[in-house]
């Protein structure tokens, strides 16, 4: 009985919230990309397995844009630089982002990183077209968090199957383009890119994808052509 | 790892309505979490634990959810069916042209405070 009473006194309160937990990211995401329009900055962001060839499709792109597009890249990673360095090596600013842990980034998290970004540009006396935000290697959790990207990309490799769109189908959902890396080794996987294909429009009907082999650059100028005219519709 | 992401989220937004009312102490939150956010009820305690008792506002505070079934959408026929096991394919008409209408967010919907 004593129990009670004191259940009483303790004056509970219940205030209603009715709030999204995506809510908040969803409206700082929006803001990043108002913003970043008015900038003249497009911001693609690219998520796909961990090994699938991110960092070697970037290179590639890379060196077909540079010429006429200041190109800047965020490598998102639990630890390490490695990726980083890589991105350097071909002549693009480069910076590298922690997320301690995270397997994911957001849209707060992008903001602080495209400032990190800008400013070590701005050190080297360029301003940035494209930047590049190069998502932790993971199929789950980047598709969940709007980061603020102009456009969303993903990359499936072969050895991972085409059968991962049905696996994975939000990340499919959310992404405006694919590409099919490492078509080169297509023959000794049980891979169809008409398979894929389907199980991509299945997620998402109609958007492009591009079969490359980013170790050689083959079927990349496709990708960057597609980059290109989505940077020019956005300007 | 997804799941300590959200966990974070909540207790941001926890903090904000809490300070805009005044409360010092957090006792519960409850929340709907969608069947198709893909959070596991195990590691979402477990993150929330290890990240509600680093605050003062929210150490020892339960997390209480219901579950919300995922619902498609067929934009053919209008017809809204669960989303597992039946997938994209609406059961209805056939057509592949569905969306997930329901289930893929997580809500707060009230917090109890003393």
Redesign the interface.
Known sequence: MAMAVDERE?????????????A??DRAADELRAANREDGLFLLNLMSSPGSGKTTLLTRVIERLQPETTIGVMEADIDSDVDARAIDEVGAVAVQLHTG????L?AGMTRRGLEELRAAAEDAGLSLDLAVLENVGNL??PA??DTGATKNVAILSVPEGDDKPLKY??MF?VVDAVVVNKMDVAPYFDFSLEQAEKNVH??H?GIPLFPVCAKTGDGVDAFCDWLRDQMKLDA | ??E???VF??I???TE?AEA?G?GHV?RVSLEVGE???IVPDLFQEAWRWAADRTDLLRGAALSSVSVPAMNRCRACGLEYPAFPAG?TCPSCGS??TV?AAG???????????
Do not use: K
């Open positions: 303790r004056e509970l309160r219940v205030i209603e919230v009715r709030e999204s937990v995506f908040s990211n842990g995270m397997c994911h957001d789950v959790c969940e968090f189908p939000l959902q299945l997620r009907p | 790892m997804h300590l992401g959200v989220y909540i941001d937004a926890v309505t009312n409360v006792d198709a956010t893909g994209p592949g042209d997930l893929d967010d997580v809500t707060i919907v009230s917090i109890e405070v003393t």
